[in-house]
């Protein structure tokens, strides 16, 4: 937790230079994609934690984009995952709860940290058609 409450004071996850007040929100994040980045947020909307509202892109493309989060608060500090299942990623964003109560909308599109990126390599989703288990039998 203290580690937490000391991001609150840094930029981290977003790169230095960033105006916006989420930085001073957001203690840590976790991006989970096969989309190369940079990532940036581009949408934020967190009014109803729920419903929020979260984009993230990577140039034009869109890494994640989703209208409902997973909500946990524990003590100061509230946990949003988003999943966006039409792109294969997610994201965990670590708030601070009093300050989700203030804060409005993203005012600039904020730039993640690499550190804060989960590459998903790509990998074999099907073969000839074929998903899910299969078990290859080889004869001798």
Do not use: K
Request: glycine fraction near 6%; hydrophobic fraction near 40%.
């Amino acid at each position: 937790m203290e580690w937490l409450e000391q991001n609150l004071e840094r930029v981290y996850p977003f790169v230095d230079g960033t105006p916006d007040p989420l930085t001073g929100i957001v203690a840590d994040a976790r991006i989970v994609t096969g989309i190369e980045g940079p990532l940036t947020l581009t949408t934020f909307t967190p009014q109803s934690l729920t419903n929020a509202l979260v984009v993230i892109m990577s140039g034009v493309t869109t890494v994640l984009s989703t209208t409902a989060a997973v909500v946990t608060t524990t003590g100061a500090f509230t946990t949003l995952t988003a999943h966006d299942t039409v792109n294969d990623s997610w994201c965990t964003l670590i708030c601070s709860t009093v300050g989700l109560q203030t804060y409005t909308n993203l005012t600039t599109t904020l730039t993640f940290v690499p550190t804060a990126i989960t590459l998903i390599p790509p990998y074999v989703q099907s073969i000839n058609g074929l998903t899910g288990a299969v078990t290859l039998s080889l004869p001798n």
